[in-house]
């Protein structure tokens, strides 16, 4: 079975652009959640839907950040515009249930 | 709200050395507990998991974690460890029953085998 696919997996781009990372989870899973990592902060999770319906975005940064999910099979996180600050590693994950969460190999983003 | 404290930033190890990594937690309902690891410019991978019955679940790779509820402890351990060990191990936890089902993870642990 395919895992988690995050695309793209390395992004460069100036300050200031509009980045979008994108994510297609595991087929049947029916929660998925975007995570931010840096060396400073760690792992934080940003937002998660539940049926394609946003459930908790407490750790979206700020309104620069939003996330979508048109359907079961696809998701994006926008940055619009993006900083320097923004520079991360992201990743997606997806569920089927609380017994597990899947990740993806994850979108490494510079912000010049 | 849950927490998780993984005290060891970093742990150094002699190859085929024994290895304990320590969490504990804090929860005011009956959660799940994971391990995940990340290797080098990958994401994370599940571990092992304890969702209820024996309080110890091994992994395949020779990993074991021991629930241990009076203590709210889900210690990782390995009798001998191999050079492929080496990554960060995060230990997570959820809640069991309804609601926002989000993992809180521990800040991690960089486990670093010496040969």
């Known amino acids: 079975d395919a895992g988690v696919i995050q695309s793209p997996r390395h992004e460069v781009t100036e300050m200031g652009q509009e980045v979008t990372l994108r994510c297609k989870p595991i087929?049947?899973?029916?929660?998925l959640f975007w995570y931010r990592q840096t060396m400073m902060r760690g792992l934080e999770l940003l937002i998660y839907?539940?049926?394609?319906?946003?459930?908790?975005d407490s750790g979206m940064p700020e309104d620069r950040f939003s996330a979508k999910m048109p359907n079961a099979s696809f998701s994006t996180l926008k940055i619009q515009p993006s900083e320097p600050r923004d520079s991360a590693v992201y990743f997606c994950a997806s569920s089927r249930d609380r017994r597990a969460q899947h990740f993806g190999d994850g979108t490494r983003l510079s912000i010049l | 709200a849950q927490s998780v404290t993984q005290l060891d930033s970093q742990v150094p190890v002699f190859e085929e050395a024994p290895v304990e990594l320590r969490c504990n937690y804090s929860?005011?309902?009956?959660?799940?507990l994971f391990w995940y690891v990340q290797y080098p410019n990958q994401g994370l991978q599940l571990l092992l998991k304890y969702l209820s019955g024996s309080t110890l679940v091994e992994s395949i790779n020779g990993f074991e974690a021991e629930f241990n509820k009076s203590q709210t402890s889900f210690h990782l351990r390995k009798p001998s460890v191999h050079i492929s060990d080496t990554a960060e191990y995060f230990c997570a936890v959820t809640r069991t029953n309804f609601g926002n089902e989000k993992l809180t993870f521990g800040t991690g642990t960089r486990l670093t085998i010496i040969p």
């Open positions: 929860s005011s309902v009956s959660v799940y």
């Open positions: 839907f539940n049926n394609n319906v946003p459930i908790d």
């Open positions: 087929s049947g899973h029916n929660s």
